[in-house]
């Protein structure tokens, strides 16, 4: 399931060329599996909170393509959980 579009995700980022498109759904690709993977369900209507969350990772790793950075990226992890928090599935 497609939780944000391209277009949605070049808004965000503020760009308005095509070279990027590729790498760009890539990162869209990653990002919603990330949250797949935590145990958050991407079924339509996806919420406002999760569209943002993706938003966020996307355009977090659009801007640090690097590997390592002299700083972990608390900021955005911690970003990210939040607004992600409350539409985790809880398992026993």
Same mark, same amino acid.
């Given at each position: 399931?497609? !939780?944000?579009? /391209?277009?949605?995700?070049?808004?965000?980022?503020? =760009?308005?060329?095509?070279?990027?498109?590729?790498?760009?759904?890539? /990162?869209?690709? !990653? !990002?919603?599996?990330?949250?797949?993977? =935590?145990?958050? !369900?991407?079924?339509?209507?996806?919420?406002?909170?999760?569209?943002?969350?993706?938003? /966020?990772?996307?355009?977090?790793?659009?801007?640090?393509?690097?590997?390592?950075?002299?700083?972990?990226?608390?900021? =955005?992890?911690?970003?990210?959980?939040?607004? /992600?928090?409350?539409?985790?599935?809880?398992?026993?």
């Amino acid at each position: 399931m497609e !939780a944000v579009s /391209l277009a949605e995700a070049k808004a965000h980022l503020r =760009i308005g060329f095509t070279s990027d498109d590729g790498y760009v759904t890539s /990162l869209l690709e !990653a !990002a919603e599996g990330y949250v797949s993977e =935590i145990g958050v !369900a991407l079924a339509a209507p996806v919420p406002a909170p999760v569209k943002h969350a993706i938003l /966020l990772l996307v355009s977090h790793w659009y801007g640090a393509r690097e590997a390592a950075a002299t700083e972990p990226p608390k900021a =955005i992890a911690f970003g990210v959980d939040a607004l /992600l928090q409350p539409f985790r599935e809880q398992s026993l």
